[in-house]
Each structure stands twice: as C-alpha cells, then as structure tokens.
Nanobody, 117 residues
C-alpha cells in the first residue's frame, strides 16, 4: 500500500519560514518524480516544486528564490523549505509522487499552511 504522509504545516507570520516533510512508503522512491502542489480556497491545485531523481528541479515562478525542494532517497522523504512566506502562500500543500516511466500518481492527504499576522 502506497502512503505519502506530510508534516510540518502550521501558522506563520509573513516573512517567516516553515519546512514541510513528506515520507513515502510502498514505492521505489528512486523511480519517482516527487514534488509539492498547493491549493488555496477557490483556486485550482498548482505545482509548487518537483524533483527528479536525476537532480532536475522545477519551481513555480511565484516561489523561486524563496522555496527549496530537496529529497533524501535513503529516507524516502521529500522536503520543502519555505522562506520569506507571504499571505498568498496560504494553502493546503500536497505531496505528490509520479513514476517517471509508468505515470503512476500518488497524493498525500495535505497539510495546511497559513501565513497571517
């Protein structure tokens, strides 16, 4: 059974930082593109950042220079370090794993990030 379990969300003031973690089980982590998406109220889910095992990384323009994605294949875990947070970063953040060849796609349950003073 595949599980993606996120942690690290919460309430933070503008300009603050949070680190999200996503621990995967039931998959060969090395074969997956892993990443983070977010969905704000009334908006579509959007890509935040994703990482291929090759080292290739993509970021949404809105988070470039502020967010950093990293993966630890030995721990089957992907992280999202979020700095200089803005109120518009408020959303539910979802972990995603997509098989690079087969396209199998899995989601975590989501973790709430709220940026507010």
């Amino acid at each position: 059974q595949v599980q993606l379990v996120e942690s690290g969300g919460g309430l933070v003031q503008p300009g603050g930082s949070l680190r999200l973690s996503c621990a995967a089980s039931g998959i060969n982590f090395n074969l997956y593109i892993v990443g983070w998406y977010r969905q704000a109220p009334g908006k579509q889910r959007e890509l935040v950042a994703r990482s291929r095992n090759s080292g290739s990384i993509n970021y949404a323009d809105s988070v470039k220079g502020r967010f950093t994605i990293s993966r630890d294949n030995a721990k089957n875990t992907v992280y999202l370090q979020m700095n200089s947070l803005k109120p518009e970063d408020t959303a539910v953040y979802y972990c995603n794993a997509e098989h690079e060849v087969l396209g199998n796609n899995f989601w975590g349950q989501g973790t709430q990030v709220t940026v507010s003073s």
